[in-house]
């Protein structure tokens, strides 16, 4: 063979071509890890407590496991020969570039379109007056004022009408104005000294069941405009 024959022989890349047992070493290891991740989608996580806030929905299980299967092939196609591989520094960079924005960009289009939690309700603002904030009390459930006493046609029975109460409340009890008569009647219920004619005793003292803020509130609120 003349040595110009030799020299127009094909050069043989020095990058062995994987081999199909390497191929399907590479394929089952892809599908391993798939398996692991798919376990935790579908198992791992409905074992853990509500405790955690950690919560899939269905929707949300399916579309992680279509992620975790097309990431799976998408490194198996990685191995492959056939398919063109970025040939410097900044091709590859590139491409590891797209396919970040591509997978992040697509979980956040998702996750607008199919919310998995829904915000929690906003909490409505705490009245500033202190009238408006003895009305709320009055009209809750706890300490549930109007489950036993009534305004303004509205309310229980059992107890007393407050409609008009700071027009008898200072004549009650002697040197006691209106003011100092409901905070202690709040405070003592029916172990006070004066009891309404007419009507069972039976409110409780709310002395440590309200706080000093509070007392102060209902009482701005029983005797001041409505």
């Not at 853990?48 to 929707?59: A, H, I, K, M, Q």
């Not at 405070?187 to 803020?213: A, H, K, N, S, W």
Request: charged share 15%; aromatic share 10%.
């Amino acid at each position: 063979m003349s040595d110009r024959q030799e020299n127009e022989r094909p050069v043989e890349s020095a990058t062995p071509k994987p081999t199909r047992p390497g191929t399907l070493r590479g394929l089952r290891a892809n599908i391993g890890v798939s398996v692991a991740l798919l376990l935790v989608i579908w198992v791992g996580f409905t074992l853990l407590p509500e405790s955690t806030g950690v919560s899939f929905g269905l929707f949300y299980q399916g579309f992680f496991s279509v992620m975790v299967v097309t990431g799976s092939a998408f490194f198996w196609l990685l191995d492959l020969d056939s398919v063109p591989h970025p040939r410097s520094a900044i091709g590859v960079l590139g491409s590891l570039l797209l396919v970040y924005l591509g997978t992040v960009g697509f979980m956040v289009l998702v996750g607008v379109a199919f919310p998995q939690f829904e915000g929690a309700p906003a909490e409505a603002d705490e009245p500033q007056d202190a009238t408006a904030r003895g009305g709320a009390l009055f009209w809750s459930a706890n300490p549930g004022c109007f489950l036993c006493h009534s305004i303004d046609g509205a309310g229980g029975l059992r107890a007393p009408d407050l409609t008009d109460l700071v027009s008898v409340a200072g004549d009650r009890v002697a040197g006691v104005s209106a003011e100092g008569y409901i905070e202690a009647k709040i405070r003592q219920g029916m172990e006070y000294e004066y009891l309404v004619p007419d009507y069972t005793p039976m409110m409780i003292p709310f002395e440590g069941v309200l706080d000093d803020d509070q007392i102060s509130d209902l009482i701005a609120f029983l005797i001041g405009p409505r």
